[in-house]
């Protein structure tokens, strides 16, 4: 079992944006599932965090929420990323991939 990471501000909206646009509508439960999963149960959510990054996203017009039914027969908020998601989404994998290889390039220079 690996120990829980520290995410960076901004990482879960982020990861909560794509996991809407990989799997399409899905409720918050689900969301935090999926995350959890990918991270290969690195990051633990609970309810009050995910759903803030819920409200944040769907204020700033980047995920939508529309009430249905879930799996188990019960009412549940489905989200789904916007246009607006889908581009801010973009943009930050750009940056997110820059940094990345701007932080390798200073790590690979601790080694030598």
């Known amino acids: 079992m ?12 982020l990861m909560v ?6 799997m399409g509508a899905m409720h918050g ?14 990051i633990l959510l609970n309810q009050g965090t995910i759903y803030a990054s819920l409200v944040r996203l769907q ?8 009430w249905g039914i879930s799996d188990n027969n019960r ?7 916007t246009k607006r998601g889908a581009k801010r989404l973009a943009e930050a994998a ?3 991939d820059a940094m990345a290889a701007v932080m390798a390039r200073f790590f690979a220079e601790e080694a030598n």
């Open 2 to 13: 690996s120990p829980q990471l520290e995410m960076f501000k901004g990482t879960l909206d």
């Open 17 to 22: 944006l794509r996991t809407l646009e990989a």
């Open 75 to 81: 009412k549940a908020k489905f989200y789904s990323i």
């Open 94 to 96: 750009e940056n997110w």
């Open 29 to 42: 439960f689900g969301i935090a599932r999926r995350i959890e999963q990918v991270s290969g149960e690195s």
């Open 59 to 66: 204020q700033r017009g980047l995920i939508r929420g529309e």
